[in-house]
């Protein structure tokens, strides 16, 4: 997280309660995740000695606790949460003791911890500090056979858990489970993905250097090794990943991530040739990501019927600069760039959805009461414009629509989330519209939140600047999806196409597209199963 960090962060630890008490908002937070995070090393140890798989599901279970966002987002906020907190870490310290004491817990003991949880997690989601509602509960259970059974014969359900010093990965197939505690400690993870992922982030505006763009290959052949390779050993019949992370593993694309080099000689007149030489994860498997195993049990319950198969929005009137009017958040209008491409982008959509209902929206009929009339009847929804996010109130981020006056004219995420869309899948085609840098916050605030509440199944989302080779990737994407219908397998055809493209930019000079950064781009959320 960026600027925004500190102003919430200071908010956050405010101390509301009495000076010394155990649950004073610093410190109680900070003993509320190191008791949880004991909790589940001591579960996995219990888990060891006898293989009693409902250790797993109770480790499991608090593993979804402790990575919940509204505990950092609310603990220490409203003082009328306080004796709901006190509560809350007397229950963990109790069931923490019993570890002390050598001693593995009986099955079902974990309940009373477990209600603290989700009472508070219910009275915080009610409070003006995370409005509009999150709606982000916690699962009455983490069975496993109840997600396996969700599961088909080739998915591999993959959830991280930050623990203190420690990274903990729990992997579920349709006739297996386990976990693995990775071979490196949190610092160190944290600390390597920031340096393979920071050189794909550091762009002013926008705009894309193409020159200083590098990702490490060895390093990302490394974090294969610590974060995938032994899970992907255990269970060779694999072909997709499901990924909930936590933390700053939200900024990883695990589908760019290496699993070993080849032979192949590089042409050395082409720009990028050099991540030819790599073997990348998405080339074997399919990579989407849920927010949650909560998220991962919800079933889903569109309409069933559309009026639309698409409805697709783009190239939006920009305002010009001395006629008035609010600017985006911490912008000014004059820097608002037209994009042209983006009437090409969804004009190719026009043709490769020509015999099907849809609706198509550029320039001056891109605006409001068009996408509130139409994007709830549509099927997918696609928006190709600017967005805007704000670091200090994610609830403004915003993408721009075609104004009728002077003024910008912003959808903002809490105005988004007020359209109630059914929509099976929504493509934000614009500038880092995954709003990485909230991380798991993602799940209650920001555009990804507003989406995910307004009902909607998929959410396709960038994670860093859009530019003209990335964007190939839609339609590339829409012409797998006619085909096949999942969003997943889709994406990955369209990320393999562009991969081994070569495309020739000016004066014959030829460039590469497997550079991550440009086929590696979007990222496919789900918000149910």
């Excluded at 359209?419 to 555009?447: D, H, P, Q, W, Y």
Aim: one cysteine or more; charged letters at 25%; aromatic letters at 12%.
């Amino acid at each position: 997280m960026k600027r925004w960090v500190p102003v919430l962060c200071a908010i956050l630890l405010m101390p509301f309660l009495a000076p010394g008490d155990r649950s004073a908002a610093g410190e109680g937070l900070s003993l509320l995740q190191q008791d949880f995070s004991a909790i589940i090393s001591g579960l996995l140890s219990c888990y060891d000695q006898t293989r009693d798989r409902r250790l797993l599901e109770m480790a499991m279970r608090f593993g979804e606790i402790k990575t919940h966002p509204l505990f950092e987002l609310s603990w220490g906020r409203d003082h009328r949460n306080a004796a709901g907190e006190r509560r809350l870490l007397q229950a963990a310290a109790r069931f923490r003791s019993r570890f002390r004491a050598g001693a593995c817990p009986p099955y079902e003991s974990e309940l009373d911890l477990c209600s603290q949880a989700q009472a508070y997690i219910e009275a915080s989601d009610r409070l003006p500090a995370s409005s509009p509602r999150a709606n982000a509960e916690l699962p009455g259970s983490c069975r496993l056979a109840r997600i396996q059974q969700r599961l088909s014969s080739t998915q591999l359900l993959l959830k991280f858990i930050l623990l203190d010093d420690q990274v903990a990965l729990f992997f579920i197939g349709a006739d297996r489970a386990g976990y693995e505690l990775l071979t490196v400690g949190r610092a160190q993870a944290v600390e390597m993905i920031g340096r393979l992922c920071e050189p794909l982030e550091d762009f002013a505006e926008g705009k894309v250097d193409y020159l200083r763009i590098h990702f490490d290959m060895e390093l990302a052949h490394r974090l294969f090794n610590i974060f995938l390779k032994k899970v992907a050993d255990l269970n060779p019949q694999a072909d997709e990943f499901l990924i909930i992370p936590d933390g700053e593993l939200y900024k990883l694309p695990f589908e760019a991530l290496v699993t070993g080099f080849n032979e192949n000689l590089q042409p050395t007149d082409v720009l990028f040739s050099e991540y030819q030489a790599a073997d990348y994860v998405i080339q074997k498997y399919k990579v989407s990501y849920f927010f949650s195993f909560t998220d991962f049990l919800r079933v889903f319950s569109g309409p069933g019927r559309y009026a639309y198969t698409l409805a697709a929005f783009g190239d939006p009137l920009i305002p010009r600069p001395g006629r008035g009017g609010e600017a985006p958040p911490r912008r000014d209008a004059s820097t608002i760039a037209d994009i042209p491409s983006t009437r090409l982008e969804v004009l190719s959509l026009e043709k490769l959805f020509a015999g099907v209902p849809r609706r198509i929206f550029l320039g001056a009929d891109f605006n409001r009461s068009n996408f509130s009339r139409f994007a709830p009847q549509a099927k997918l929804i696609h928006l190709a414009t600017h967005f805007f996010y704000d670091e200090e109130d994610p609830s403004r981020s915003a993408f721009l629509l075609s104004s009728p006056g002077a003024a910008p004219d912003l959808c903002a995420a809490r105005q988004f989330q007020e359209l109630r869309l059914r929509a099976e899948l929504v493509i934000l085609s614009a500038c880092e519209t995954s709003e990485r840098n909230l991380l798991g916050f993602k799940l209650v605030s920001g555009m990804t939140a507003a989406i995910r509440q307004a009902g909607v199944r998929d959410l396709i989302a960038s994670l860093w600047p859009v530019d003209e080779f990335g964007s190939q990737l839609v339609p590339l994407f829409y012409r797998e999806y006619l085909r096949n219908g999942s969003s997943a397998a889709a994406l990955r055809s369209a990320k393999l196409a562009l991969l081994g493209r070569t495309v020739v930019i000016r004066d014959d000079i030829r460039l590469s597209l497997a550079h991550p950064f440009l086929w590696a781009n979007y990222v496919l959320y789900h918000f149910y199963h």
